[in-house]
């Protein structure tokens, strides 16, 4: 079967980037019916927090991203290493190197004066004597010296690396025993039947270390893809202020789900020239092999037009279901569908269609000073005051009132053109110029809430 997996190392939030090569192998394990699996790589525990795998998995959620199976800690797997370690060790792959710190140091120096590359010289990988009292070893695996090691990357093809420009004998536990990354990472992507490795192209410099364990334990490689990374307009990489933030805090601008994943897939990966992908489409047309080889933009135009997308073809109900996150219940006096059906076009987030419905329901408290002098000269008061009278008479048992002809009719008696009633009435219903139309808006208020504003405007202003 086939199966993918996340690996973030809770050291903070997950990001943007992080989210991406999660949602590619996501997609790759659904496509195929395989599983998507998820493994926190918590060993450094000065840097790791339980908040940062919290922050990981409510992500995860908001987003509905769901994994299989169960989560493997790196943290609990301490068992596991150290048996494989032996198993190394026992076999003659790895050694127990006890150079010391000073030693290290030296031999640093000295390699640096002559102009070398920094590397460990092998001193302790054919060592037969007696071990140096009071350094506690780490353990190194036997690398090869000579030859290259291909990474058959899915994404780069084949990417060749000289064994003695890189591999040097890497550590693979420390002197108290921990394992390292690289080691770590092979091993679990074994033991977790791992059959296509798609990440960052940050990890490919690791890739090779990794096929080393691999191949000492004997294991079959998985396939790779490498992700080229994500880049600013400006072509460097992501910084905090391009949206290299925490991606909860796109659930707190007002983004959707949809959105947020749709733009993603579309960073570094494309099908034609589609830019819409339902969750289903993505899951059926994505292919690693389609992923682009060089860096993808980031653009916050692209995103917004993606949310505004998604915000006018959600259904109301769902789109009041989500407003609840920003702070706006919306009750049946509402008038949740007319509301909603004249805002959600001119919302770019779901915070901002928040906003255009809270400017709607709530009461002006003051009044924009400049359309109040446009709107409120000449005759504006007593317009006003003859289309209050107009609703006031207007058969209340024949709902809807239909406002449109009740300005009309103001219209045609005063003999005024029309923005002689709508600009003073926009201002006393919305306290400004700008919103959507008014028949709607005095739809969604109602005949009480409507009266109240024009008699609140007609004081204010005369
Ligand atoms: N833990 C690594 C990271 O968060 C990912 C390791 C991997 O995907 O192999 O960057």
């Known amino acids: ?68 199976g169960e989560i493997t800690y790196q943290s609990q797997r301490d068992d596991i290493y150290t048996k494989y370690i032996k198993q190394l060790l026992d076999e003659g792959k790895a050694y ?35 071990p140096p009292e009071g350094v506690e ?48 990472v092979a091993v679990d992507d074994h033991l977790m039947g791992i059959t296509e490795v798609i990440r960052g192209d940050d990890h490919l410099s690791n890739t090779p270390k990794q096929i080393v364990v691999y191949e000492a334990l004997g294991f079959d490689l998985p396939k790779f893809f490498h992700v080229p990374m994500i880049h600013n307009s400006a072509g460097k990489k992501l910084s905090k202020r391009d949206g290299a933030t925490d991606v909860m805090a796109y659930k707190e601008m007002g ?75 919306l009750t049946s006096h509402d008038k949740k569908e007319i509301l909603l059906d004249a805002l959600k076009e001119r919302a770019k987030t779901l915070k901002e269609l928040a906003t255009l419905t809270r400017e709607i329901l709530d009461t002006p408290s ?30 209340a048992l024949h709902l809807p009132i239909d406002y449109h002809t009740l300005m009309e009719e103001v219209v045609n008696e005063m003999e005024i053109g029309f923005g002689k009633i709508g600009q003073p009435l926009r201002v006393a219903l919305l306290g400004k110029m700008s919103g959507p139309g008014l028949d709607s808006v005095m739809a969604i208020l109602g005949r009480d809430e409507v009266m109240l504003r024009i008699a609140n405007a007609i004081a204010a202003h005369s």
């Open 1 to 68: 079967m086939l199966v993918t997996r996340f690996a973030p190392s809770p050291t903070g939030y997950l990001h943007i980037g992080g989210l991406r090569t999660a949602l590619f192998s996501y997609l790759w394990a659904k496509k195929n019916g395989g599983n998507f699996v998820l493994r926190i790589e918590d060993t450094d525990k000065a840097r790791n927090s339980q908040e940062a795998t919290d922050a990981i998995l409510k992500a995860f959620k908001w987003l509905g991203l769901e994994h299989d």
């Open 96 to 130: 127990k190197c006890y150079m010391s710190k000073e030693e290290l140091t030296e031999l640093r120096e000295s390699q640096m004066a002559k102009k070398e590359r920094t590397m460990y010289d092998g001193r302790y990988r054919d060592f037969t004597g007696i």
């Open 137 to 184: 070893p780490v353990i190194r695996i036997k690398a090869p010296l000579t030859g290259e090691i291909l990474v058959r990357d899915g994404v780069k093809g084949d990417v060749s690396f000289q064994a003695e420009d890189i591999l040097d004998d890497f550590v693979i536990a420390r002197t108290d025993g921990a394992p390292t990354y690289n080691f770590v």
């Open 255 to 329: 983004y959707t789900p949809q959105a947020l994943l749709n733009f993603l897939v579309r960073l570094g990966w494309s099908h034609g020239d589609q830019e819409i992908f339902s969750m289903a489409e993505m899951q059926t047309l994505f292919d690693p092999k389609d992923i682009n080889k060089s860096a993808s933009i980031y653009s916050t135009d692209k995103l917004d037009w993606l949310n505004a997308h998604y915000i006018k073809n959600t259904s109301n109900d769902e789109l009041a279901q989500l407003l609840t996150d920003y702070n706006l219940v």
């Open 366 to 395: 003051s009044y924009d000073e400049k359309a109040v002098k446009k709107a409120f000269k000449g005759n504006a008061i007593e317009v006003l005051n003859a289309f209050g009278a107009k609703i006031a008479g207007a058969d």
